[in-house]
Every structure is written in structure tokens, then in C-alpha cells.
């Protein structure tokens, strides 16, 4: 069946780490994946986009990485401050689709 | 990017009745799109909604609980028909704006007592 895994537990770092949120997919052939930040009571804002060619994207703090070998992206944060504390949501696209699929999600929190 | 509002952005409903929320975007878009996240769990894509066309309905969803309207580029409502306590739940509408890139609403979140 198919399956977008992201790390279930919280993630707890301290302000100025660099945070690491994991996204896994099975029996997927994505044509590009996506994060997303959601905060409670809102909807999810868009982040990056990586297509499956694609090795790395940078965006300011943020840098994601898609390995379709592994069948996973990686999305960091670097020096992450208490305002990047929210659930981040890896989602994907497929070449049959253009649904987005999404995981559950990843709660991150920033401690000062 | 498109900005999107949904009313109501809250409500409690008695089961049996129906609810309609409306998504408005305040740019012209193709492709605006109807999903569901329940508590603990993924957004879910209900339908996908077209202007001048029907609906696409995805898996497990059919048209008679969740009938959707497109009447213009920038709006769509949603009904959840016959509502039962399992459609509490927070119902988001998103657009497509630009390359792939998809743009959500605040979300209306339903209870069904």
C-alpha cells in the first residue's frame, strides 16, 4: 500500500540548532514533493518545492533534500529560532496525478 | 499568491442536517480543491473543483454526501450532506495558483453532535 511516513514524535531542539524533519514514501513515484508549515487553527502555507530530478533546494534558512533512491526527503531548518515552532507537512505529487498527498506531519518545537 | 478566506470557520451541527462552506479567493485560479483533516491524521483530498465542469471525487467520497459547486474562478462551496459525528473534522479548500504550488484556506471546523 501506499504510505508518506513522517516522524511521528515531536521534535524538541533549542534556538540556534539546525532542525532535520524526515519524510518517507513507499510504492510512490513522485513527480515533485513538497513542505508545508501549518500552525494550529490554520491551513498549510507552502515552503519548497523539490522535483524528483532535483537533489537540493535552498530557500533563505530552509534547505530540503530528495533522495528517490532512498525514497525520502529530508527538510532542515537552520538556526531555528521559537518562531519556526508549527507542524511541518511533507506532501507529494505523482506522475499520474496532481493530487497532493500528504503525511501527518511533523510537530516541531524551538525552545529559547 | 492567492489569498483565500472560508466561511464559516467554525460550527456546530446536530447530526442529519447539512453544512455548506464557501471558499473565496481573491484572484481568478483553475483548479481549487476541497480536502479533510481529522484529528491525528493527514489532510485527505475530497474533490477537486473546476469551474464549467463537474467535480472530481476521489476514493471513498461521492457527490450525494459531499455535493461541491464552481460557479466562477474565484469561489466554490462544499456541502457536507447528512452529516454523522465521523464528519466532525476540519475542511479545507485550497487553489492552485502558478506552478504547482497550492495555496489553503484558514479551514472550517465542523462538529457533529
Known amino acids: 500500500s501506499q504510505k508518506i511516513e513522517q516522524n511521528s514524535e515531536a521534535l524538541n531542539i533549542q534556538e540556534g540548532k539546525t532542525a532535520t524533519l524526515t519524510c518517507n514514501y513507499t510504492?510512490?513515484?513522485?513527480?515533485?514533493l513538497q513542505w508545508y508549515r501549518q500552525d494550529p487553527g490554520r491551513g498549510p502555507v507552502f515552503l519548497l518545492l523539490?522535483?524528483?530530478?532535483?537533489k537540493e533546494k535552498r530557500k533563505e534558512r530552509l534547505k530540503v533534500t530528495f533522495d528517490t533512491t532512498l525514497k525520502q526527503s529530508l527538510f532542515h531548518i537552520t538556526a531555528s529560532q521559537p518562531a519556526d515552532s508549527a507542524t511541518y507537512l511533507c506532501a507529494l505529487v505523482t506522475h499520474s496525478g496532481y493530487a497532493l498527498n500528504f503525511g501527518k506531519g511533523t510537530s516541531l518545537l524551538v525552545t529559547p | 499568491s492567492a489569498v483565500i478566506s472560508q466561511k464559516p470557520s467554525r460550527d456546530i451541527c446536530q447530526r442529519g442536517t447539512s453544512l455548506t462552506i464557501q471558499c473565496q479567493v481573491d484572484?481568478?485560479?483553475?483548479?481549487m480543491f476541497w480536502y479533510r483533516q481529522q484529528p491525528g491524521q493527514s489532510l485527505t483530498l475530497i474533490a477537486t473543483?473546476?469551474?464549467?465542469?463537474?467535480?472530481?471525487?476521489e476514493s471513498g467520497f461521492v457527490i450525494d454526501k459531499f455535493p461541491i459547486s464552481r460557479p466562477n474562478l474565484t469561489f466554490s462551496t462544499l456541502t457536507v450532506s447528512n452529516m454523522s459525528p465521523e464528519d466532525s473534522s476540519i475542511y479545507l479548500c485550497?487553489?492552485?495558483?502558478?506552478?504547482?504550488?497550492?495555496?489553503f484556506g484558514p479551514g472550517t471546523r465542523l462538529l457533529v453532535l
Open positions: 510504492n510512490y513515484s513522485p513527480a515533485y
Open positions: 484572484s481568478q485560479v483553475t483548479m
Open positions: 485550497s487553489a492552485e495558483e502558478g506552478e504547482e504550488t497550492q495555496y
Open positions: 523539490i522535483r524528483e530530478n532535483e
Open positions: 473543483a473546476n469551474q464549467g465542469s463537474e467535480a472530481t471525487y
